[in-house]
């Protein structure tokens, strides 16, 4: 299929001229009324959302939520303030963070420490209220951006007042979640406010956010079948579940666990100043807390109905033993940093400059756990506590745009710098009293760096009136070193490593018609192995990870072809999309085994492929019905895999072969809307060999059909009410964890 976009490159083409556009011409992004910051000339399809459309559409409680209904993509958000919301797109899964980047006006969001749930990007950095508008770009094919853009590049702008303005929201959610021997009603609130005004030269927005929540089970402890009778000294219990595990098994589900009580503040600046009328200077301070306490439900009972946590126990005849840790809570604090500068041209000339630096710090990040088992470990007790608080990042980027225009020339350039250095500093210690004591001796620790320096042009040529060839490439310098890993006693120090890779850009278009536009685009791509896949492994009481640090960086070539049709009041898009990844990096948990043990490794080819289907239109066949939907066909196939044999010819896990969503809203008037949306996810898989042949439990991953319906009512000058649901059906699914069940949602906002 490659080959086949390479020779429809040749004679299919690169965009419409610009500057002969009319107002019924296709345009190169989303067909939108509000000013999208993406280039206008992004050799790639792109898809964006706008606040208007966010309010009235989407239950947003998260930043992440408002991308929800986005062609393509997915973000495994388990419960309201889940910190490990992953983008999923249409070559990559959940279990892939580092494929995707996220940006929030300009300044990387995305937590490139790792390539896990575990590394998400800072959407708490973000409040849904200062949203403008969200832009999503699909693949590659942009030089402007690193090899992390393989799976899909996330643009979130805020917006800039231009007089005072004042907004506050609160927010309640519920949900009634039965599973197993839980029975029980999580939910929680929320209260954001945000304040800006401009004077003069000087704007400034600054906003807060507290939110506090409590979310369902995200582990059970488990248990295969055991088959040896007990010998008389196990204590006899009650309340034990019985299921199918993933691979078909019979197991045995003694409790709930990891049910995460979650409190976060999020306070957030932004400053501009017009140094210039055609030059901007901009600093962003964000700061983000999270307490969290972690609790577990145990179903078992004795005869004296006390609930059993630990020991040998006798079920039905047969003996199970319960270690410490089987029902372990935990409670954690962070308190993370952000700060970003941006100095940005906008001289409506030739020639425009942008530069961006961001630092990311992990000020204080602590989890503490108890060795100990309950409910011994509710007073105290021997624990370990892991210490993230070395964690951070830092990015210098250096932009220039050089645009003569068409009475001096046919070239629109773009070229510039790029900087990051990403710092890995984790430790594990013993401690005395887990709740309050102070670090002892050392369990584990893990340290080290990633670097790299980046140069980059990209140039679209419009060859002719409708014609364009955007041609590109990308250089990058990327090294590894001061990587260190520690046992209780011994420290191993690894070689320092330094690689240089070049990922060419192509993309033609050509604007057949005023109302057609068709697209080919290829792009090279590499993605680095990030600084916890080289050197942080994990050895605890409940998983154990195998890092690499001769892992291979990860190489794609995609390519995708496109049709989009403007049908006046809306846009019709058609893409065929290709990528071959060679040396793909996965992270892969054998579950089945306790503690569970994590792999990283190279996985010498995979290949995905499909078709995808956009609409979105304005007052569709009803005055005020508003209409957008998606779907997706994906048939992603591991093709080499020599340190995994029995993976070849499987599915890429977490990657469905069908994704589909729609969404429907009806404008009764000004002032009322209805919508009705509904998403789904075909069959797939969570481990490299396929062999979760059952997918609708606990550890699998299931398809899904769900429905969700908002109401958004302005009822006074500046006062809105909202009420919707999630997951209407009360579907029943999982991606590892369970995932919510029907979910109600209701807010109040005040606007000034």
């Given at each position: 299929m490659i080959a086949g976009l390479c020779a429809a490159a040749a004679g299919a083409g690169q965009c419409a001229d610009e500057e002969r556009k009319t107002d019924t011409q296709l345009p190169e992004v989303v067909v939108r009324g509000e000013k999208t910051p993406m280039d206008r000339n992004l050799p790639a399809v792109s898809e964006g959302i706008t606040a208007a459309e966010i309010a009235e559409t989407v239950n947003t409680v998260n930043t992440e939520d408002a991308m929800k209904y986005l062609p393509s993509l997915h973000i495994r958000k388990r419960y309201i303030g889940d910190r490990n919301s992953i983008v999923a797109s249409r070559s990559s899964g959940t279990q892939v963070s580092a494929r995707a980047l996220v940006y929030s006006d300009g300044l990387l969001l995305s937590n490139l420490l790792g390539n896990s749930f575990g590394f998400p990007p800072r959407w708490s950095l973000v409040s849904p209220e200062e949203i403008e508008r969200i832009d999503v770009i699909y693949g590659p094919f942009s030089a402007a951006y690193p090899g992390n853009s393989m799976g899909t590049t996330i643009h979130m702008t805020t917006r800039l007042p231009e007089t005072f303005e004042a907004h506050v929201r609160t927010q309640g959610f519920r949900q009634d979640f039965k599973l197993y021997g839980t029975d029980e009603v999580y939910g929680g609130s929320q209260i954001s406010a945000v304040l800006g005004n401009r004077h003069d030269k000087l704007t400034w927005f600054a906003g807060v956010t507290h939110l506090d929540s409590r979310g369902q089970p995200m582990t059970f402890a488990t248990s295969a079948l055991s088959t040896t009778p007990v010998s008389g000294g196990e204590t006899v219990v009650s309340g034990a579940h019985r299921d199918l595990d993933p691979n078909g098994s019979g197991r045995v589900i003694f409790g709930?666990?990891?049910?995460?009580?979650?409190?976060?503040?999020?306070?957030?600046?932004?400053?501009?100043?017009?140094?210039?009328?055609?030059?901007?200077?901009?600093?962003?301070?964000?700061?983000?807390?999270?307490?969290?306490?972690?609790?577990?439900?145990?179903?078992?009972?004795?005869?004296?109905?006390?609930?059993?946590?630990?020991?040998?126990?006798?079920?039905?005849?047969?003996?199970?033993?319960?270690?410490?840790?089987?029902?372990?809570?935990?409670?954690?604090?962070?308190?993370?940093?952000?700060?970003?500068?941006?100095?940005?041209?906008?001289?409506?000339?030739?020639?425009?400059?942008?530069?961006?630096?961001?630092?990311?710090?992990?000020?204080?990040?602590?989890?503490?756990?108890?060795?100990?088992?309950?409910?011994?470990?509710?007073?105290?007790?021997?624990?370990?506590?892991?210490?993230?608080?070395?964690?951070?990042?830092?990015?210098?980027?250096?932009?220039?745009?050089?645009?003569?225009?068409?009475?001096?020339?046919?070239?629109?350039?773009?070229?510039?710098?790029?900087?990051?250095?990403?710092?890995?500093?984790?430790?594990?210690?013993?401690?005395?009293?887990?709740?309050?004591?102070?670090?002892?001796?050392?369990?584990?620790?893990?340290?080290?760096?990633?670097?790299?320096?980046?140069?980059?042009?990209?140039?679209?040529?419009?060859?002719?009136p409708d014609w364009k060839l955007t041609l590109g490439g990308r250089y990058e310098i990327w090294s590894a070193f001061g990587g260190a890993t520690s046992n209780a006693t011994t420290t191993v120090y690894h070689n320092e490593r330094t690689d240089d890779f070049f990922s060419p850009k192509a993309a033609l278009n050509w604007q057949a018609t005023p109302d057609w536009l068709l697209r080919a685009s290829l792009g090279r791509a590499y993605r680095m192995p990030t600084v916890s896949e080289l050197f942080q492994g994990t050895i605890s009481a409940g998983a154990i990870v195998n890092n690499d640090p001769n892992l291979k960086p990860e190489k794609a070539l995609s390519g995708e072809l496109t049709a989009e049709r403007s049908l006046g009041r809306g846009l019709l898009r058609l893409t065929l999309f290709q990528e071959d990844a060679d040396d793909a990096l996965y992270s892969q948990t054998n579950t089945t085994v306790f503690p569970t043990v994590t792999n990283i490794q190279n996985i010498d080819r995979v290949r995905t492929r499909g078709v995808e289907a956009a609409f979105r239109g304005k007052g569709v066949g009803v005055r005020g019905l508003d209409l957008s939907a998606s779907i997706t066909y994906a048939d992603s196939e591991i093709l080499k895999n020599d340190k995994f044999p029995a993976s070849v010819g499987k599915r890429q896990p977490r990657v469905p072969d069908w994704r589909a969503s729609a969404v429907a809203t009806w404008h009764q008037d000004a002032s009322l809307s209805y919508t009705l949306a509904a998403r789904y996810s075909g069959r797939q898989y969570n481990t490299l060999d396929n062999t979760d042949s059952n997918p609708d439990t606990y550890g699998g991953t299931s398809r899904f059909f769900v429905a969700d319906v908002r109401v958004n009512y302005k009822f006074a000058r500046r006062f809105t009410a909202s009420a919707g649901v999630d997951n209407l059906n009360n579907r029943e699914y999982y991606a590892y964890h369970p995932y919510p069940q029907r979910t109600f949602h209701g807010e109040m906002k005040f606007d000034f």
């Open positions: 709930a666990t990891g049910i995460d009580h979650t409190v976060q503040d999020n306070f957030k600046v932004r400053m501009t100043y017009d140094v210039t009328p055609a030059l901007r200077a901009s600093y962003l301070l964000g700061y983000w807390r999270n307490d969290s306490d972690v609790s577990v439900q145990s179903y078992l009972r004795d005869a004296a109905g006390n609930p059993v946590y630990s020991g040998n126990v006798d079920i039905d005849g047969y003996r199970y033993t319960l270690g410490a840790s089987a029902f372990q809570p935990s409670k954690r604090v962070e308190e993370h940093w952000m700060h970003g500068f941006s100095l940005k041209s906008d001289t409506r000339g030739e020639w425009n400059f942008e530069t961006a630096v961001t630092y990311f710090n992990f000020g204080k990040d602590e989890q503490r756990s108890p060795s100990t088992a309950l409910p011994a470990a509710d007073s105290g007790g021997a624990g370990r506590i892991a210490l993230a608080d070395g964690n951070g990042w830092r990015t210098f980027d250096l932009k220039a745009d050089w645009r003569p225009g068409l009475d001096k020339g046919r070239h629109e350039a773009v070229f510039g710098y790029h900087y990051d250095r990403y710092t890995l500093d984790s430790r594990v210690f013993n401690t005395d009293n887990w709740l309050s004591g102070g670090l002892t001796t050392r369990v584990s620790a893990f340290a080290g760096n990633t670097e790299t320096q980046a140069l980059f042009i990209q140039d679209a040529w419009r060859f002719a």
